[in-house]
């Protein structure tokens, strides 16, 4: 199906883009790698009068590491950030990036596009909600910073207002001693996962001394699994912490039956994920380089 006819305008700043969110008013939206929102308009989901296109803003993508921090520029691609050497120095980012959907939408979509859409099933969050991330926002009332464990509030709901634009993310690089993980299982490339999971361990020689565990596809948000977190937390990474920890996860998620499986289907996969994301995360954080991609049916 066409979508319904929209006005189209092509910002030369994300300053411009914002200016014109707010003067074009509540049928007005930011087109950026269109991955999300132009499926949606074609089925008639979403029905803008205007598209506000950001893909011609010069500067609005880059991967930098400054200040002891990843910085992303909003527009830049998944694919750029699978093939950037400052991203695969956290290699949970890589992880994330190299196993989004097939080439041609790594190619287009955008971390600040996958942020602002709040997909419950979508990579980015999950992953990001492990490290210390904040979203940076401009809007024509100026900028704002706010951690990314506050910016999604619902399913496809974030606190932007709709004049507001995410402008940069910023990731604090590890410490030393820790490594991550992200593993999701899918049914085929271009198809979002049914479940997966992000594990970011700080590592004291074999005890973990904090962890952050982060459910995706198994709630209307990403899932932060505190009681598996407090399991690991504190303890050696043996058979009995681990055990703790996926019991902690199957009691944390709360899936959806569909046509990815059943919801206990996913809580069981959930509880795996978690237990191989744990392995892998514990062999990084001791340095060794451990290379793992998506796992399909
Ligand atoms: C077949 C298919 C399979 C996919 N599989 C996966 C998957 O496995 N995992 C996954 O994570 N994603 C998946 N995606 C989605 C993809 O990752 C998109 O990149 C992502 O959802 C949105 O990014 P985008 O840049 O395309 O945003 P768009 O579609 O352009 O925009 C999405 C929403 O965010 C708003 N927006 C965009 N940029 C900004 C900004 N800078 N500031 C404020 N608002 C903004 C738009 O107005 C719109 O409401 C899939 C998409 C398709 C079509």
Known sequence: MYPRPFHYHR????????????????????????????????????????????????????????????????????????????AARVPILHDCAAGIADAQIRNRGTIGGSLAEADPSGDWAAVLLTQKTEVRCLS???????????????????????????????????????????????????????????????????????????????????VKATAAEGALRGSKIDDKAVTAAMEAVRAAVDPQSDMRGSAEYKRTLAAALVKRAIAVAVRRARGERVEVSHIYA
Request: glycine share 10%; charged share 20%; aromatic share 6%.
């Open 11 to 86: 910002a030369a700043s994300l300053k411009e883009a914002a200016t014109l969110l707010s003067q074009l008013g509540d049928d007005a939206k930011p087109l950026a790698g269109g991955q999300s929102l132009i499926p949606l308009m074609k089925l008639r989901f979403a029905n803008p009068s205007h598209l506000v296109d950001l893909n011609f803003v010069p500067g609005a993508a880059y991967i930098k590491e400054e200040g002891g921090s990843v910085r992303f520029g909003a527009l830049t691609r998944h694919s750029e950030i699978e093939k950037s050497g400052v």
């Open 140 to 222: 024509p009332r100026g900028e704002r910073t706010v951690p990314l464990a506050g910016f999604i509030s619902d399913a496809y709901t974030t606190l932007l207002e709709r004049d507001e634009l995410v402008r940069e993310i910023v990731v604090k690089s590890p410490e030393k001693g820790s490594g991550g993980a992200y593993l999701a299982f899918k049914r085929s490339a271009p198809v979002y996962p049914t479940a997966s999971a992000a594990v970011h361990l700080a590592m004291e020689g074999d005890i973990c001394k904090d962890a952050a565990i982060v459910l995706g596809c198994v709630g209307l948000v990403p």
